[in-house]
T-cell receptor, first 113, second 109 residues
Framework: DAGVIQSPRHEVTEMGQEVTLRCKPI?????LFWYRQTMMRGLELLIYFNNNVPIDDSGMPEDRFSAKMPNASFSTLKIQPSEPRDSAVYFCASSSQQGQKLFFGSGTQLSVL | QQPVQSPQAVILREGEDAVINCSSSKALYSVHWYRQKHGEAPVFLMI?????EQKGHEKISASFNEKKQQSSLYLTASQLSYSGTYFCGDKAAGNKLTFGGGTRVLVKP
């Protein structure tokens, strides 16, 4: 299996622009998680899905952030409009069932200028 | 509320031992441990469930005391490859895994 695939690996954008991060989970995994990592706040859970349904989005910082999972093999995290404080590494992870280990993607390094 | 890890950083010589502690304010179902190398994604090490069990991964082991809501990770006879940042994650109800702030480990020759 190719593992969790995220794109792009790096994204540099200007403040105010829309940013879309993409994730393809491991085939057969029912859970998908979006995490954000910064030096100041560490690894924060933004939102997670079970069977394509958002279960807990309490970590989504603001209305500027939205996430979708239209099918079992694809999820997006969108920031509109982006701000410099959104600069971080965004990780997507998936797991096969509740309580089991997470497999992380390589992450997207986002820089908002 | 994220779990609290200590120490924040530790420097070891090859072959030395270290302990990383993780403390939660929640009643826990399980504790997870991950290691992240610089510039890479976190990688799963182990999960500990209720029952005070201990687990091992190479010469890395861990314990979980659910009454005290604490877990400890033991690095025994450390190797250069053990360098990285170690994260504990606690899981209460649901499937929400919340990570601690991390412990940076540097193993020197």
């Amino acid at each position: 299996d190719a593992g969790v695939i995220q794109s792009p690996r790096h994204e540099v954008t200007e403040m105010g622009q829309e940013v879309t991060l993409r994730c393809k989970p491991i085939s057969g995994h029912d859970y998908l998680f979006w995490y954000r990592q910064t030096m100041m706040r560490g690894l924060e859970l933004l939102i997670y899905f079970n069977n394509n349904v958002p279960i807990d989005d309490s970590g989504m910082p603001e209305d500027r952030f939205s996430a979708k999972m239209p099918n079992a093999s694809f999820s997006t995290l969108k920031i509109q409009p982006s701000e410099p404080r959104d600069s971080a590494v965004y990780f997507c992870a998936s797991s096969s069932q509740q309580g089991q280990k997470l497999f992380f993607g390589s992450g997207t390094q986002l820089s908002v200028l | 509320q994220q779990p609290v890890q200590s120490p924040q950083a530790v420097i070891l010589r090859e072959g030395e031992d270290a302990v990383i502690n993780c403390s939660s304010s929640k009643a826990l179902y399980s504790v997870h441990w991950y290691r992240q190398k610089h510039g890479e994604a976190p990688v799963f090490l182990m999960i500990l469930l209720k029952g005070g069990e201990q687990k091992g991964h190479e010469k890395i082991s861990a314990s979980f005391n659910e009454k005290k809501q604490q877990s400890s990770l033991y690095l025994t006879a450390s190797q250069l490859s053990y360098s990285g940042t170690y994260f504990c994650g606690d899981k209460a109800a649901g499937n929400k895994l919340t990570f601690g702030g991390g412990t940076r480990v540097l193993v020197k020759p």
